[in-house]
Each structure stands twice: as structure tokens, then as C-alpha cells.
């Protein structure tokens, strides 16, 4: 399955130089918040270093990553002020681009920029969070005092299945005027199913990204590590950005939300050099990985997704699977009739297979194993499926 992210922020907090480091699609970054609605889409391939060995060994016809979509919208905040003023939240047009992505990607500005002013004259990014926030429940409060009425009509049949859904509905209403998100309510089977057709934003997972000085980059991940370790942190040893940083990050970390650091602007000049020279100042500064990269890494660990591979003379293909997935689901990401069909999977784990050089040599070291129904895929598992449609 494509993974969507939606990017949003306050205007001016980098989401869309993020959006651009990310997909090099070169959207046009203004310098004033707009009211513009308009949303900026790509569709950016997921790293995976297994590919290539596979590629080596089956000399295959293409090679296919799987891919995660990003959407970054319309600066929040001024754009929307007067939506905020009459309690409506964001429009209905905003919402469109937003409303299916699997999570949020909240870009906060920590950098400081006289030619960049922030709207807010001040940085701040915990600040910035909370007025998102503010935006976002105003928003999913307006849905729900929506459905409330809708819901009251149809209760006045007796029928006690919306009475059921009103004292749940008003537990939604209750927590947003609370200013808490819905996703940090103990939920039962029944409130997920209603809000899996609400759409509420303050449910969606969550990610935020800090779009920090480029000089503290290298301080920024090490703060978030041990932030996220539950090492202590004295906030008077940190500069004045990085206490920004950190009481982010503390807010994530409570709230079961993921964190990365990254500098949208850096990123912007990296992506324009060759891979090698650009790998090398990363090195420089203690980075494994380009930022736009672990934004992706972060957003699956946050939707716990897995990749599973299929490898052959045709093609050698990287698919994406929620973790637990078992093996009939797996074979459903490539056809539904080999999920309806599935009888077997012959799976061997990547490493074993580079290892062994082959499916014949994996099948003769016991590496490569039939499983049925309820096997769990791995990550990193190569997987081909047996399937007879006529079952």
C-alpha cells in the first residue's frame, strides 16, 4: 500500500522547501502566508538498499520501490483566521487534500532569519504546535457538533443504536473543548469504527519535523536520541534553540507522536549536489542519512509498516505491509486473487538469501521455508506466493 503524508505548518516554517527537499518537485515557496488552498503532491521512491543486491543476482527486466506520496498544503494559521474566528476550522477544500492521509508530518520552525520574518514576529516551535493544534480540534470539533445534530435527528426513531453513538460523539466533543487530541482518548472497538468514517485529524498519527539551523543539526539529533532513550536533559546546558527543540520533543514523547530534525534548507542545497559529495558532508556532520530519508523512516515506524520483497527474472519489487501482516494479506498487495487463492508462501529472509546466492541454494541450506495461512511477514522477507484462483 502507498503510504500518504500530509504536510502542514504555520506559513514561513519551511513545510514547503520540506515538501520540495522530499520530492524534488520544485513547488513554488512564498514568503507570505497565502490564502490559497491549493495543494503541492509527489510521489517519492522509499530507500531500501536490498534492492540493489537483488538486482545484481536476477538481472531482472525493472526494479520497482515501493513509494510513499507526500501532500503538503496551504500554510495554516493567518490563511485561516477568519475560519477560526467564526469556529469552523479549516474549509472543506483544505480538509479534501488532508482529510486520507495515513498521517500528519507538523513541520515547526526552531531556525531563526531576518529575511525569513515569522508571522508571529517570535520562534517559538512548541508555541507554533500548540496553535496548529488549536486549529486542527477547532476543525474535528465543528465535524463532530455536525454529526451530533445529524445523529439527534435520527436518535428521536428510539433506535438505540444512535443513542450510542451521540454519548460517544459527545465524549469527542468533550475531549476537543478540553483542547485534547482525540487520539489520546482510551478508545473501545466501536468509537475506532465511527472515527474511521469521521476522518478526524487530531486522530491521524502524527510526526513532527523541525526545521532547525543548519549549526545545531548535528546537536538537534543527539537531543532527540536521548530525549527519546528517557535520558534526563538540563534544558540550562541547551542554547535557546535547542530548548525549543527539546520541549517538543518531551511533548511527542508523551503523546506517542515521533520526532525528526532536519534542515529544510540544507536538504534544498544537498539534493542539487552528487550523491557521493552529498553523503559526505552528512558524514561531516555526524548524519547517517539524508533528512527527507528519515522523514520516510520515521513514517513508517509510526504507521508500523514493513517491507516485504518479491524477486525474479521479470522484476524485483519492494511492497509495503502493516507489521503483524500475515501471509495471505501480503499476497494481497500484489493481486487479490492470490490472497483469495493463496494456498502457500515460500518466504526466505534477505540476509539468508545474499548469503546462500540463490533460491536453489537457500532451498538446500533449509533457509527457504514453506508457511501457510498464519505466517507472520517479516521485514525483509522474500516472499513468493502459491495460488490457485479456482479454490
Not at 8 to 33: D, E
Not at 223 to 242: Q, Y
Not at 288 to 297: N, T
Not at 328 to 335: D, L, N, Q, S, T
Request: net charge negative; proline share 3%.
Amino acid at each position: 500500500m502507498a503510504l500518504t503524508i500530509g504536510i502542514i505548518g504555520l506559513p514561513q516554517s519551511g513545510k514547503t522547501s520540506l515538501f520540495n527537499a522530499l520530492t524534488q518537485a520544485g513547488a513554488p515557496i512564498s514568503g507570505y502566508a497565502t490564502s490559497t488552498v491549493q495543494a503541492n503532491v509527489g510521489v517519492v521512491q522509499v530507500p531500501d538498499a536490498r534492492l540493489q543486491p537483488l538486482a545484481e543476482i536476477f538481472q531482472p527486466k525493472k526494479v520497482t520501490p515501493t513509494t510513499v506520496e507526500f501532500v503538503d498544503v496551504a500554510g495554516m494559521g493567518q490563511a485561516s483566521q477568519a475560519s477560526k474566528d467564526k469556529k469552523e476550522g479549516l474549509s472543506a477544500e483544505f480538509l479534501g487534500h488532508i482529510r486520507n492521509a495515513d498521517a500528519l508530518a507538523i513541520v515547526l520552525r526552531s531556525f531563526a532569519n531576518d529575511n525569513v520574518p515569522h508571522i508571529n514576529e517570535t520562534i517559538d516551535p512548541y508555541r507554533d504546535l500548540e496553535t496548529l493544534n488549536a486549529e486542527l480540534m477547532i476543525t474535528d470539533l465543528a465535524s463532530v457538533e455536525r454529526r451530533i445534530e445529524r445523529t439527534s435527528r435520527a436518535a428521536k426513531s428510539g433506535d438505540k443504536k444512535y443513542q450510542q453513538e451521540l454519548d460517544i460523539l459527545r465524549r469527542f466533543q468533550s475531549a476537543l473543548e478540553e483542547f485534547k487530541l482525540v487520539k489520546e482518548l482510551d478508545l473501545g472497538q466501536q468509537e475506532y469504527a465511527l472515527l474511521k468514517e469521521m476522518f478526524l485529524l487530531t486522530m491521524k498519527p502524527r510526526m513532527y519535523v523541525l526545521n532547525v539551523s543548519e549549526g545545531v543539526l548535528g546537536e538537534a539529533n543527539e537531543l532527540l536520541d536521548k530525549i527519546n532513550a528517557g535520558e534526563s536533559v538540563a534544558d540550562e546546558s541547551l542554547s535557546s534553540e535547542l530548548k525549543g527543540i527539546a520541549r517538543v520533543a518531551r511533548q511527542a514523547k508523551s503523546e506517542g507522536s515521533e520526532v525528526a530534525a532536519i534542515s529544510a534548507s540544507l536538504e534544498a542545497e544537498l539534493s542539487e549536489l552528487p550523491e557521493e559529495d552529498a553523503r559526505e558532508y552528512l558524514e561531516s556532520l555526524g548524519l547517517p542519512k539524508l533528512g527527507a530519508d528519515r522523514v520516510i523512516q520515521v513514517g513508517y515506524r509510526l504507521l508500523n509498516l514493513i517491507t516485504f520483497l518479491t524477486a525474479g527474472e521479470d522484476e524485483v519489487r519492494a511492497w509495503t505491509v502493516t507489521q503483524g501482516a500475515k501471509a495471505p494479506e501480503a499476497a494481497g498487495k500484489i493481486h487479490s486473487d492470490i490472497e483469495r487463492g493463496f494456498i502457500r508462501a515460500e518466504v526466505v529472509h534477505f540476509n539468508d538469501f545474499i548469503e546462500c546466492g540463490s533460491f536453489a541454494a537457500a532451498t538446500k541450506k533449509g533457509v527457504l521455508r514453506l508457511e501457510g495461512k498464519e505466517y507472520v511477514i517479516k521485514d525483509g522477507d522474500i516472499a513468493h506466493f502459491r495460488f490457485n484462483v479456482g479454490k
